[in-house]
């Protein structure tokens, strides 16, 4: 290692750790009650899956109609504010969980992978 003379100023230090420690107040300078909209941040996009591995009663589920969501189910009824951002796909089928048992069908559900058997531990 090469030790040389040269020193950073304390001024320089001092104001670089200033800038460092502001920067999670930025945050903080937006107003709570601005809309999002007229903030610079983009809206965040979100997705959500839900998988009941035993099953249920689809019927409360599912909304009755399909196309449009004029009415909601009464699981899905809290959501009924967020109609025109909510989407619901429902009937899918994983047919590469078959046959199989219980963690093939849980280990297929997002990626419809079908799941390596192993009983040691040449799993990846």
């Not at 903030?39 to 589920?61: K, N, S, Y």
């Not at 429902?90 to 047919?95: I, M, N, T, Y």
Request: proline share 10%; with cysteine.
């Amino acid at each position: 290692m090469i030790i040389t003379k040269k020193s950073i100023p304390r001024r320089t230090l001092l104001r670089g750790v200033g800038a460092t420690v502001a920067l999670p107040l930025l945050d903080a300078m937006i107003p709570a009650a601005t809309a999002a909209v007229r903030t610079p941040a983009r809206p965040v996009r979100r997705l959500g899956f839900v998988f009941i591995p035993m099953g249920c009663d689809e019927t409360r589920w599912r909304p009755p109609e399909q196309d449009r969501l004029e009415e909601f189910s009464p699981i899905l009824r809290p959501l009924a504010p967020h109609r025109d951002k909510v989407s619901v796909v429902s009937g899918l089928e994983l047919r590469n969980a078959y046959p199989g048992t219980h963690a093939t069908s849980n280990a297929a559900f997002l990626s419809a992978a079908r799941a390596k058997r192993t009983e040691s531990s040449d799993y990846y």
